[in-house]
């Protein structure tokens, strides 16, 4: 199911759906699965049989949905890639070319996190996609030492699936 969010109302977007915030409280409530630093609660949306948290990282800033049943068991997480900006104006005029406009605007406030040095990336999410070699080239590069200049143009052409999966960005 996915997800967008406006930070600024504190609306979720669920299957073109605004489903606005009932609590705003700030907990912290887990770890970044990107840089392991805590996550804090920033505004909380009911959904039926679900709760969803929406949460962001002290650290690097991603943001993520962290879904809980009734019973406040967690249930899933994701992170949030999509942001928008509700305004009651653009969206009643009707004009669809606003309403896609307004959908893919993300937010200032909570880009990705970028890097020029791999040394701060967690491994695990490195060898999701790059081989080994490539990673080797990258950390050579980032360290200005020598590398294989062909493992590194490869790596490069994987920058973009990387930032996809992950909403990391590098360049190195």
């Known amino acids: 199911m996915p997800f967008k969010y406006d930070s600024s109302n504190n609306f979720l977007l669920v299957d073109n759906t605004?489903?606005?915030?009932?609590?705003?409280?700030?907990?912290?409530?887990?770890?970044?699965?990107?840089?392991?630093?805590?996550?804090?609660?920033?505004?909380?949306?009911?959904?039926?049989?679900?709760?969803?948290?929406?949460?962001?990282?002290?650290?690097?800033?991603?943001?993520?949905?962290?879904?809980?049943?009734?019973?406040?068991?967690?249930?899933?997480?994701?992170?949030?890639?999509?942001?928008?900006?509700?305004?009651?104006s653009d969206v009643q005029s009707g004009d669809p070319q606003k309403e896609e406009k307004l959908l893919r605007r993300e937010n200032p406030k909570l880009e990705d996190p970028y890097y020029t040095d791999l040394t701060n990336v967690p491994m695990n999410k490195l060898t999701t996609i790059f081989s080994p070699s490539e990673i080797e080239s990258m950390m050579a590069k980032s360290l200005g030492k020598k590398y294989v200049r062909q493992y590194l143009y490869r790596a490069r052409k994987k920058y973009k699936k990387f930032q996809d999966v992950f909403g990391i960005t590098l360049d190195i």
Do not use: M
């Open 18 to 88: 605004i489903v606005p915030s009932y609590d705003l409280t700030e907990n912290p409530i887990g770890t970044c699965s990107f840089c392991d630093a805590q996550i804090i609660s920033q505004s909380y949306h009911d959904l039926g049989d679900n709760t969803a948290v929406v949460a962001y990282c002290e650290k690097c800033g991603a943001s993520f949905i962290n879904l809980y049943d009734r019973e406040w068991n967690w249930v899933s997480e994701q992170p949030i890639s999509h942001f928008f900006s509700y305004k009651e």
